[in-house]
Structure formats: C-alpha cells, structure tokens
C-alpha cells in the first residue's frame, strides 16, 4: 500500500442501479473438516452468492458425483431470507436429510427472465460421510438466492427487440449475471440468443437465425464497442441492417463508458448510414417510449370531456355525458366512452370531427391504442366478456383473448407504447402483462401473469415509460402510487407528501409529469412538489 505519491483522478463510477464492469464478489468460506449436516447446508446457500468458477465454492460442499451432476443453470429462486428455515428431517450415522423451507418471492430462468412465484419453497438436501466430513450427495437442481443476495449477484438490463411492425424496439428485461467476459459481451450474446419464451411470441430479432458473436466485444479506450459477428449479416438489406444496428446500440448504450458502436462482420466494419461507427443515441427513431407527439393530460368533469394544451378544442365536440376519454399519440383519433341508458356506449373518429357511435354494452373500459391504431377495450354484456378493437375507420372486431383476463371482470386495460404489451387490472384488484401479439395485421392478447403479487387493490393503471407502469395499490398506512417493472422484479413506491386525499387513478407519459386523482376527484400533478390541477375523473395521456 503506497503511502505518498501523486493522487489520480480514477475511473468514474456509474450511478446506482447502472450497468457497468465494476464488480463487488462475495467470497463466502469453502467447506472444511468438522462442520455438522446442517452447517454444511448453511454454508453451500451461502456459497451460492459466487459463481466464480462455475460455483467451485458451492460445489466443495457437495460429494464428488454430486458436484459433476449438480446442475445450476437450471434457473434460480429467490426467497425471504428472514424466514429461511433448515430442519433435520432424517438423520443416522451414515446418512442425514436436511429440509430447507422459506417463503419463495420469484424465479429467474437462464435467460434472465424473472417471473413473480409466490409460496412456499422446500428443498431437501440428503448428506453423507465422505473422507474428513459431510457433504451433500444429492440435491435439486438450479440456485437458491435470498432476495439480499439478488442485487449481489445480478444486475437489471434491457435487450431490445424489434416489434411486430418494425418499427419500434421494445425492451426486456434481463438479470445479468457478473460475467468475466464484460458486460457489453454479456448482453450482445444474449441479444443474439433471442428474446426469452415470455415476450418472443410478440417481437423479433433483425438478425439472421443463426448470427451469432465472433470473440468478445472490447470497448476501446475512446469507449467504442466493436461488436463483431458471423457472416450472415452480409445478405441483410439496408432496412434490416438498420433495425439491427438500433438494437445494438440500445442495449449497448446501458453499459458504462460506452459511447459507441462499431459493427463489424467476420472481422470487417460494416458501414451503416454514413459510417461504421454509431453514436449511442442513435437510433431515436426507434424509441420504444417516445413523448406523445400531442402531449396533452385529457379527464372528464361534469360528463364533458376536457384536455390540456392542444387537446382540448378537438375534444369538446364529443357526445355527453362522457365517462372516459382517450386520444391516440399523434393526435388524430379520439375515443371516449358515454353512459347510457342501458349501459355505455364506445364513440371513437377523427380528432375536431363528430365522434361516431361504433358498439354499446353493459360496460366499456376506458379506451386505449394499439400499435396500428386501433382503439381497444374490453366490454362486458348478458354476463360475456369480449376484447374489442376499432378501427380508424370504424370496422369492429374481436380480439382473441387468455380466459385468464376475460374469466374476472377486467376494470382496466392499456397497452404498451411500442404496442408489444398489455397491463390489466382484473375484478379482483390484481396486475397482470401479458403479451399484444400482431399477427396479419390482427392484435390478440396472450400470456397473461400476475406481477407484484404484493400488490393488492390495484385501481389505476398507465405505463409510465418502455417497460415501467404505475398504479395505485392498497398499503398499511392508506392507498399508495406504485411504480413496478412490467415483470414485477422491482417495486418501487412513489411519494406522495402533500396531496390531500386517496390516490385511486393514475395517468403517466414518458417525459410528463405524472398525475393522480384521489378519491374526491381532485387531480394532482408531480412537478418537483405535488400540485392540484383541478377536478376531474379518467385523467390519461395521449397516446
């Protein structure tokens, strides 16, 4: 350790919760001679935290045959560690069973994709005597880690994948685990692994089937990442070129130091556009979340329909009483939901023309966009649930829909903005994303779980960026604004110090402020601090 000399500047650090190549291991203790059954299934949990090595750690705590078929790429489970509970269930002089329980949080597969698994976690561990001490000879497959452990051992990225129409990218989420080969190699290798069983059957990949990476991806010391790969890519056309190098450059623009992209095809720069090499922010054209080209907040108050901004005048042509309005985000087509009589009634035209009537039922949720434009909603009438998508030019058609979102009432539906998703809020107060698949031009919604199953009461529902929604959930001290990843990994509650009431609905925009309503109809807007905007219900962006 020095002690004088010139002090230097070092590397910068990136923000919490970034992606970079600084890494903090974990180096639990190996097994040694002496430790009793249940140590030694103490200390393989522990170990677990490193995978150094393909887990050498963990596997000195296993037998010889045992470590060579112990399979950990078989996925992870998170659970609580506060709760973990290790039983001796079965115990001789030469053999001893080790049953471990714990509230199970979730699973990771080995693609990176986590799925919320609320329950219960068992796991039995059969040890025996081998040489100076116990060690586990049989096990299940896959890795146990604590919710502590988690952020220890993986971090949050988004691979970007190419929407039905092309024209849009939309993220995954991925948990990356510390790779001795470097974040940005980690994440292009992954790219070109394809996306994850949940969201593949509504995006693709530009690439070629079978592309794949040539080495590693250095980034140099002006932070350019030469990503080079398989031959493949030479046959592509420029349209498709393109799209690719967007999805390079978004999933690689996460990593830290990185300024830009270099592609590179068995070895030789491939120009695209004007150069080879491409800045981190390009590609903006392909934003899965851009700000609403009409920016404008709409909400009912008094039956009629009103809008911020430009929003308002196109929108006070509508038919009352109105329940529900909605504008698609480049500002040419209108929605809105009307009571009637018998029930509701969906009006949906051209934005500053007369609104036509397109279906009446028992009820009609609040309108939403879908990547081609459609107005979508789910209706219910004589007891049927149906998902309905209006076309701009006023054709009606059913969407073909999971039972498991049409079997309970559906109080709210809205699709994503790269239009490849749907988040639900079902009768019994629950989050569920499923998938918005475009197949012949024709939408249908699929693949339907819950996440944040902590969540309860949910009542309000916008997706505030790519791949983040906000809602409003029940909470030990009254309601709260919750903002979670669409897979549920990561929650996150939003403060709401100064608003005067129960925030019951919500509307949020990339870029925009995000607004709530409380149960008393006043309408709040995070500007640095909360601020009241004035009186309303359904309060949505465009878009």
């Known amino acids: 350790m020095p002690s004088g000399g010139v002090v230097h500047v070092g590397r910068a650090l990136p923000a919490a919760g970034g992606l970079s190549d600084v890494d903090v291991h974990s180096l639990p203790p190996p097994w040694q001679p002496g430790l009793a059954p249940k140590d030694v299934v103490d200390g393989f949990l522990r170990a677990l935290v490193n995978d150094d090595d393909d887990y050498s750690i963990a596997r000195s705590y296993l037998t010889t045959s045992a470590a060579a078929k112990w399979r950990p790429a078989a996925g992870v489970t998170t659970y609580e560690d506060d709760a973990l509970r290790t039983e001796q269930t079965a115990a001789s002089t030469t053999a001893h069973t080790i049953t471990v329980t714990a509230p199970r949080i979730g699973q990771i597969d080995a693609h990176g994709d986590y799925a919320a698994a609320p329950g219960t976690l068992t796991a039995s561990y059969a040890l025996v005597r081998e040489g100076t001490g116990w060690r586990i000879a049989r096990l299940p ?5 604590s919710a502590l452990d988690v952020p220890r051992f993986f971090r949050t990225a988004d691979l970007y994948f190419l929407n ?89 623009r996460q990593v830290s130091g990185v300024t830009a992209v270099r592609l590179l095809v068995d070895g030789a720069p491939v120009p695209v556009g004007a150069s080879a090499r491409q800045p981190v922010r390009a590609w903006p054209q392909f934003d899965p979340a851009p700000r609403p080209a009409s920016p404008s907040l709409l909400w009912v108050s008094g039956g009629r329909p009103h809008g911020s901004g430009d929003g308002a005048p196109a929108l006070h042509s509508a038919l009352v009483p109105v329940l529900s309005v909605a504008r698609s985000g ?75 979102i049409l079997r309970s009432a559906v109080t709210e539906l809205r699709l994503s903005h ?105 309408m709040w807007a995070e500007l640095g601090t909360w601020h009241r905007l004035s009186t309303g219900n359904a309060p949505v962006y465009s878009g």
Not at 356 to 369: C, D, E, K
Not at 370 to 386: C, L, N, Q
């Open 141 to 145: 497959d896959g890795v146990l880690l």
């Open 330 to 404: 480049d500002g040419h087509t209108v929605a809105a939901v009307q009571g009637t009589r018998a029930g509701m009634r969906l009006v949906t035209g051209r934005a500053g023309a007369p609104l036509r009537a397109r279906l009446t039922a028992t009820t009609v949720t609040t309108p939403t966009f879908d990547a081609m434009g459609d107005v979508v909603v789910v209706t219910t009438s004589a007891g049927r649930r149906r998902v309905v998508a209006v076309t701009p030019s006023g054709a009606v058609r059913d969407v073909p829909a999971d039972t498991s």
């Open 418 to 522: 790269d239009g490849a998703r749907a988040a639900v809020v079902d009768g019994a107060g629950r989050l569920l994303v499923g998938l918005a698949e475009t197949q012949r031009g024709q939408l249908a919604l699929s693949g339907f779980r819950v996440v944040a199953p902590a969540l309860q009461a949910v009542a309000g529902l916008s997706w505030s960026g790519a791949d983040s929604i906000v809602v409003t959930a029940a909470g030990p001290g009254g309601r709260q604004v919750v903002e979670t990843d669409s897979d549920g990994y990561s929650l996150r509650t939003i403060p709401t110090d100064g608003v005067h009431g129960q925030p019951v609905a919500v509307a949020a925009a990339p870029g925009l402020p995000l607004v709530i309503r409380t149960a008393d109809g006043r």
């Open 164 to 252: 039905s129409t092309g024209t849009s990218l939309v993220p995954e989420q991925v948990l990356v685990q510390n790779s001795p080969r470097g974040a940005a190699t980690a994440l292009i290798s992954l790219l070109l692994a394809g996306p994850g069983r949940a969201l593949a059957p509504a995006v693709h990949s530009a690439a070629p089937p079978g592309t794949s990476l040539v080495g590693n991806v250095p980034v140099d010391a002006a932070g350019v990442a030469d990503v080079n790969v398989s031959n493949g890519l030479r046959l592509v056309s420029r349209r498709t070129l393109s799209a690719f190098s967007a999805q390079l450059v978004w999933t690689l």
